[in-house]
Structures are given as structure tokens and as C-alpha cells.
């Protein structure tokens, strides 16, 4: 069954658009009033619609033009954050919280917090003073809501579902929410070469047939051992142990079946050999004795028989720093391994290192294009000095690890050459796709990362992969305003703090603004709220001008559960940043959904998060997306400073290190048309619409 509203929500999000279904043969002309009556209400919001979409909505019976209206303006403000009120401590807040005492100040938090001690919710009163008006010529341009189709849904489901990145759950759920459509109208599905989004489309596809067109893509028995954690409802992948169900007979008899006919078997089921274990109790394979393999497999696991892996022998001969050709040999029938081992090899076998990469280059053409933009990306900053590595298991982000980079240097013609071996490859994979002609790359491609592990990325306004820069609004901009919204369990207090951490060009710690310092040198905070049974709200005001000033270059907007909650246990809780006119601080709400600038929730198994940082001097935002488990006492930027120190430090770096979406558009530009300067010289355009890139390639 096809919820058209759960669809329109699905374009709003992703492609700020909508379809209309459903409509009358002749236009209703009488709608235009109530139409354009709409479009004025949602430029509150920030947003018009298009004429085509206009025109569309004139076709339909007003009971369903009313019922598209209510669920867009629903959508549309949720996206926003629109959907709460927003009450600070300090109703009048920033020039309030400015002019305040210390005495004042003081008082007033202690009352808050005696009072949520015994129960009893105490907020100073004051009464709003008038705000004038936001001058409207300091608003963003609005974001046009355009007109979408049948055919941009598929496109978007395919994308999805073709992704060479793990999909967020945000994502999983559209695409679950848009597979009646795609298999409505696509008999055939597409090849999926990742592995978790394959299996995720299997578990959750209804229709028989594209289904089993799915299941001939499964390649390796670690594919069925993720079939099988995701028809026991677990982690895809394979980062948690799963509990497994009891299958039917006809599950049972499709795994296994599936698991014989595939080559090696028990090599790669050693790669998991515990989770075989369990799950073998399940298939009870020695029921079925037509499958000889598997049976002599499950018993090499069961009975820990000695059997030499491909892995052993390449792990035992770079212990021994002995039998490289032995090695290569292995390696050459495992490109993906290859790739991943190229920089121990280097290391290892340094005197041997045109063997290595002659080998390497041989292998280079059928390794995954994912694959190679991650090796050049791994060696582009490994011909470099950097202090710290840091890397997420799994794109966890709760066991985000920055270490000290003590990795044994490369020479930098070294790196230079793997480099250029991965970029000749890559031409050759996207050489035989079908021709651009002209193309013109946006250069803000230039700072956004292609998206890699996005399984753990949180539901933003705009969608941009972690470790991307972007540009901040126009030059009249010179004050920050951060903002949270959280609202507890029922009488289970909740204490969200919202604060930012201040460094300046060599990532030493300047200061911060916290619940506990609500004044400093680079802004002021609006007051320290300690519970939210019916919600509440804190904003932070980074004066960029003054900030500078004082040294400050690089501010990172963190977020404590100071009550120990679980941001996933947390009923609602959201945050986003706006930009203001200095002069116009005190204009207009202290919230106003037309100057948000990046909204996100926040639902990570963590009790601190790291979503943003910027880097002042520069004028630019710096995406981080980051939920890290706190073991301090105290959960906040104090008790965390070392920890929130080398993060900010490692993503400052991150852009210099990790390869871009501009990266990827000029190899597809220079191996399939022509790179152009002039936008309307092109064919092609791979640019940015709203702060999401608007056009995907196969890569």
C-alpha cells in the first residue's frame, strides 16, 4: 500500500519537492486564492512553491488540495523546527542575559535547580518585551519547492538503494516507504554492490519477484550470514552479535542452499566463525545431506579442524617479513584485501616496493571504485605530517578513536604513485559509461566528502556527508545562534546542556559558553534549564566579530545529556543553528525558522554530541555529526575538554585528508566529456541545490 503522504514527505525531505496524484480532468480556478494564501503561510517557513506545482494543484478537489496543504505545512515546519515553542530561562534573551547581574544571574539558577531537586519547576518571570520586526532583506533567499514526478521517485529509490555507503535509518526507511513504487514500475532491480543495503532490500522488499532478482546477487557466505541477521531482525553489519531466530523450513532451505553453491566457503565463514556457530544451531544443515559443503564446513567450525586460510598465509608471511611473491600471488585473487593491506606491504617490503605497486596496478582495474577512492584518500594523508589519525569502527560513532599518528612514514612520491594508480583506474571504470559532454563541477563540490559510512547519520535539513565544509550565509552575518529542543519521559528529569568550545589556529583550548559560564568572550548563553517535562529550550549567540577578535577560530557546538539519558531514550530532542545580523539581535523571535540554517535530531545511543563546528576566520561550517559516550561524572565541555580537543582538531584536518565529491566529478568529467568554467556552457551540471548535492553518479 502506497501512503502518498508518507511519500511527499519522503520529496520534501530529500528533494524539496511533491507529487500530486489523484486529480480532476479540469482546473479548479476558483483555488487559486487559498493557493496562493498557502504559499504566503509557508514563507514564514522559508519556502515558496514553483509555478508548475502551483499549476498543478489547481486539478485537485479541494477537500484533497486542504488535506496536501495540511500534511506539506506539518512536514515543512517539522523540518524547520517550527513544530515546538521555544521558551528560554530568559524570554528577552540576548540583551537581557547581557545587562543581567552576576547576583541576578546567580539566584535565579539556584532557585531552577533547588526546585527540580524537590520537584517543583521554578523559572524566573519576566515579562517579553516588544521585538521589532527582521529587516526581511537580511533573509535567505527562499527555498523553491518544485513540482516532482513518478520518474524522480524511482530515480531516488534507485539511488538509494545503489548507494555505495551504508544507508542511515532515516534512509532505510524511505526506501522501504518507496519500494511498492520501484517495483511497481521496475521489474528488474539494479546491481547493488553494497552488501548491508542489498541485504536490507531483501528483508524488506514485498514483491516476490524483485526480490529473488535480489537474492541471485548474494556472492560470498558472509553475505548469507547477513541474510540471516536481517531476517532475525539484527545488525546488518555484523557489528553486534545477533540473537537468531528459529526459521521456517523454507528460510532454512534458501540460506543453505544458497550457502553451497558459493566458493570458499569455509575460509570466509572463519571470518565470523562464533556467529556461524550460533546460527548453525538454527539451519540444522546436517538435516539436509544434499549439501555436502556446507556440512563439511559447519563441522571444520564445530570441531576447530585446522584449516589454512588465504588470511593466515598472508599474515604469516608479513610477520616473517619473507615470501612477498607467495603473498602477491594471494592477494592478486583478493583485490579488496589487496587494498586494504597495499600500505602494510609498503611498509614491510619496502625495498621491494615496484613489485608491490606493479602488482597492485595489475589488480587495480577490478577493484570497487568505493574501494579506490578510499586507498587514495588513506595515502593522500599519508604523505603528510598530521599529529593525529582518527577513524570509526563500523561508522560507529559512539567508538570514535583518535590516536596519535605514529605510523611509520611513507615518501611522498611514494603515496604520489598509489595515488595516481587508483586515479588511472578509476578513468577506466567510468570510462565505460555513457558520455557527459560538457560539464561544468560547482567548486563547493570541493568541500563536500563523498559520503562513506552514513549508517549512523542523523536526520538533518540538509543532507551532507560528515566532514563537509559549507559556506556560511552572506557576509552580513556575525552572530551564531545555536539551539536545542528536548522534552523528557514523563516525571523522569531530563538535563540537556547546550554549549560551545572555543579554540583558536592551533586547536588550544580558549574557553567555552556552558551552563556554567554564560557569558564569555565569544557570546552568551541563555540560561541553564534543568528539565523539560512539556520542553525546553536553550540558544547560544557566538558574536563572530568579537570572537575573532580574541583570538578564537574554530567554535564546536556540543551537546551533554547531563542526566545520563541516552539520546535514543530521549522522547524528542533536536538542535540547529541559525544566522543573525549583529544588529539585529534583538529584532525579531529569538527563533525564527527562516534564518535556520541546519536543523538535525539528535537519537544516537550516546550522551554527548558533537554535531558542527566553525571555523570563524574562514566564515565556514564544518559538518561533524558526531555522538561520543562521555565517562566523565560531570557530562560537559569541562570534564570533556581532551577528548572534544582532538575530535575538533582531527575533523579541522579531515577535509585535507578525505576525498570530495569534486574529486570524484572531475575524474568522471575528464574520462566520460569535458570539464567546462562556464555553467551555461554545459551539459551537465554536478552542483548544489539548498545545500544538497543534486545530481549522483554511479561510483
Not at 550470514?225 to 539484527?234: D, E, H, I, N, P
Amino acid at each position: 500500500m502506497i501512503n502518498i503522504n508518507e511519500v511527499n514527505a519522503i520529496l520534501l525531505t530529500k528533494k524539496l519537492s511533491a507529487i500530486v496524484i489523484e486529480k480532476n480532468n479540469s482546473p479548479h480556478l476558483d483555488h487559486l486564492s487559498t493557493i496562493i494564501s498557502f504559499n504566503k503561510n509557508i514563507e514564514s517557513l522559508g519556502y515558496t512553491m514553483d509555478l508548475k506545482l502551483i499549476e498543478e494543484l489547481h486539478y485537485l478537489s479541494r477537500t484533497k488540495l486542504l488535506a496536501f496543504f495540511d500534511h506539506m505545512l506539518e512536514t515543512l515546519t517539522e523540518m524547520r523546527g517550527a513544530n515546538v515553542k521555544y521558551k528560554p530561562m530568559y524570554c528577552n534573551f540576548p540583551k537581557q542575559l547581557m545587562e543581567m547581574s552576576e547576583v541576578e544571574l546567580y539566584v535565579n539558577a539556584i532557585m531552577h535547580y533547588l526546585g527540580d531537586c524537590v520537584g517543583l519547576r521554578i523559572l524566573p518571570s519576566y515579562v517579553k518585551e516588544d521585538r521589532e520586526e527582521i529587516d526581511p532583506t537580511t533573509y535567505p533567499n527562499l527555498d523553491i519547492i518544485k513540482l516532482s514526478s513518478v520518474d524522480t521517485i524511482i530515480e531516488l529509490a534507485n539511488n538509494l538503494l545503489t548507494s555505495k555507503a551504508s544507508l542511515s535509518e532515516t534512509d532505510r526507511d524511505s526506501l522501504k516507504t518507496l519500494f511498492p513504487i520501484l517495483t511497481t514500475h521496475v521489474s528488474k532491480p539494479p546491481i547493488v554492490q553494497f552488501k548491508e543495503n542489498l541485504i536490507f532490500a531483501i528483508v524488506n522488499c514485498d514483491d516476490f519477484l524483485y526480490k529473488n532478482a535480489l537474492t541471485e546477487q548474494l556472492k560470498t557466505a558472509t553475505d548469507i550470514l547477513r541474510l540471516a541477521v536481517g531476517f532475525s531482525g539484527g545488525d546488518i553489519s555484523l557489528t553486534e552479535d545477533t540473537k537468531f531466530k528459529s526459521f521456517t523450513r523454507p528460510i532454512r532451505k534458501l540460506l543453505l542452499n544458497r550457502l553451497e553453491h558459493i566458493e570458499n566457503i569455509t575460509e570466509d565463514m572463519l571470518r565470523f566463525k562464533e556467529q556461524w556457530k550460533r546460527l548453525g544451531e538454527k539451519l540444522h544443515p546436517g538435516e539436509y545431506t544434499k549439501f555436502v559443503n556446507v556440512n563439511k564446513s559447519f563441522k571444520i567450525l564445530r570441531d576447530n579442524l585446522k584449516f589454512t586460510t588465504d588470511g593466515t598465509t598472508i599474515e604469516e608471511g608479513i610477520k616473517s617479513k619473507k615470501g612477498l611473491d607467495k603473498i602477491l600471488k594471494v592477494l592478486s585473487r583478493k583485490p579488496g584485501v589487496f587494498a586494504r593491506k597495499l600500505d602494510h606491504l609498503i611498509r614491510v617490503y619496502d625495498k621491494d616496493l615496484t613489485l608491490i605497486l606493479d602488482e597492485f596496478k595489475t589488480v587495480s582495474l577490478v577493484i570497487p571504485p568505493r574501494v579506490l577512492l578510499q586507498v587514495k584518500a588513506h595515502f593522500r594523508s599519508r604523505g603528510t605530517d598530521w599529529d593525529t589519525r582518527s577513524f570509526m569502527p563500523k561508522g560507529n560513532l559512539s567508538k570514535i578513536q583518535v590516536l596519535e599518528n605514529n605510523l611509520i612514514p611513507l615518501k611522498r612520491n611514494v603515496c604520489i604513485a598509489v595515488e595516481a594508480i587508483c586515479d588511472e583506474a578509476l578513468k577506466e571504470h567510468f570510462g565505460v559509461l555513457e558520455p557527459l559532454g560538457n560539464v561544468y563541477i560547482d567548486p563547493k563540490l570541493n568541500q563536500i566528502m563523498i559520503p562513506m559510512t552514513e549508517r549512523s547519520a542523523s536526520k538533518q535539513l540538509k543532507t551532507i556527508p560528515r566532514g563537509s565544509v559549507v559556506d556560511m550565509s552572506d557576509s552580513s552575518t556575525n552572530v551564531i545562534r545555536l539551539f536545542c529542543w528536548w522534552k523528557q519521559a514523563g516525571n523522569d528529569r531530563c538535563d540537556i546542556d547546550l554549549s560551545a568550545a572555543g579554540f583558536d589556529s592551533n586547536f588550544r583550548f580558549m574557553g567555552q559558553i556552558a551552563y556554567y559560564d554564560l557569558r564569555g568572550d565569544m557570546g552568551c548563553h541563555s540560561g541553564d534549564i534543568t528539565s523539560a517535562p512539556n520542553g525546553a529550550s536553550e540558544f547560544i549567540d557566538i558574536n563572530i566579530d568579537s570572537a575573532i577578535s580574541k583570538g578564537y577560530r574554530y567554535i564546536a557546538m556540543t551537546l551533554n545529556s547531563f542526566t545520563h539519558q541516552a539520546y535514543k531514550d530521549i522522547p524528542e530532542c533536536f538542535a540547529g543553528v541559525m544566522y543573525r545580523n549583529k544588529s539585529g539581535l534583538n529584532t525579531g523571535e529569538i527563533y525564527d525558522p527562516r534564518t535556520v540554517a541546519q536543523k538535525f535530531d539528535i537519537s544516537a545511543d550516546t550522551t554527548m554530541s558533537m554535531p558542527l563546528m566553525f571555523d570563524i576566520q574562514e566564515r565556514k561550517m564544518i559538518w561533524m555529526d558526531l555522538s561520543v559516550k562521555s565517562r566523565a561524572m560531570y557530562n560537559n565541555v569541562h570534564s570533556n575538554e581532551s577528548s572534544i580537543t582532538k575530535i575538533v582538531k582531527s575533523i579541522a584536518e579531515c577535509q585535507y585528508r578525505k576525498s570530495t565529491l569534486g574529486d570524484l566529478f572531475k575524474l568522471h568529467a575528464q574520462s566520460r566529456g569535458k570539464i567546462v568554467l562556464n555553467r551555461d556552457e554545459a551539459d551537465v551540471v554536478f552542483g548544489m541545490d539548498n545545500s544538497t548535492v543534486n545530481s549522483t553518479l554511479s561510483w
